[in-house]
């Protein structure tokens, strides 16, 4: 029902940029929140940063304010905006869309796109 197309990724130094998009189609109509996942080899996927319909968002504590979340309607075209990467960003980033009713939960996933930060 959902697909969605991951970009961005790259090498990068510490100090520097990337800008993920991930790009959605599909019954995106429904999709009640977007947001981005990484997962380094060996670890633990966590979120990262969540935006909701309503526009709220949300970051884990060590990327608030350096990454930023966003998302185009008009593309239907969600954004990761990386700035002063740290080595420890270095991870694979997936795009997550999730749509809920009051019975059931639906995950929609990316291919995932490297980001890898050098020092």
């Known amino acids: 029902q959902v697909q969605l197309v991951e970009s961005g990724g790259g090498l990068v130094q510490a100090g520097g940029s990337l800008r993920l998009s991930c790009a959605a189609s599909g019954s995106i109509f429904s999709i009640n929140a977007m947001g981005w996942y990484r997962q380094a080899p060996g670890k633990q996927r966590e979120l990262v940063a969540r935006?909701?319909?309503?526009?709220?968002?949300n970051y884990v504590d060590s990327v608030k304010g350096r990454f930023t979340i966003s998302r185009d309607n008009a593309t239907s075209t969600l954004y990761l905006q990386m700035n002063s990467l740290k080595p420890e960003d270095t991870a694979v980033y997936y795009c997550?869309?999730?749509?809920?009713?009051?019975?059931?939960?639906?995950?929609?996933w990316g291919q995932g796109t490297q980001v890898t930060v050098s020092s």
């Open positions: 997550n869309a999730r749509k809920f009713s009051s019975v059931v939960t639906m995950d929609y």
């Open positions: 935006i909701t319909r309503g526009g709220m968002t």
